[in-house]
């Protein structure tokens, strides 16, 4: 018998997706210790940008030790989550 693993996956802006399994948080990239997090995971290589050179509006922390950077707000990401209607951003 096959064991099948059926991962949903987070649309994070410009078609990128994430596995929601592996997502620990979405936060906002405003504080001091976010902004300190994004410049140690760059500097460690673990850093993915997905916001193709705009304005970072959320950030996931992964349960890989990955960052990832997103232009879509936190609160848009959470709607995508439960699925709710996004409003038009």
Do not use: C, Y
């Amino acid at each position: 018998m096959e064991n099948k693993v059926e991962s949903k996956f987070l649309n994070i802006g410009f078609q990128n997706m994430v596995a929601l399994s592996r997502v620990i948080a979405i936060v906002s990239p405003d504080s001091a210790p976010v902004k300190r997090i994004i410049a140690e995971s760059k500097k460690e290589g673990n850093l993915i940008d997905a916001s193709l050179g705009r304005r970072t509006r959320s950030v996931l922390i992964m349960d890989s030790d990955h960052v990832v950077l997103s232009t879509v707000q936190p609160e848009t990401l959470v709607a995508r989550i439960e699925g709710r209607k996004e409003k038009a951003e």
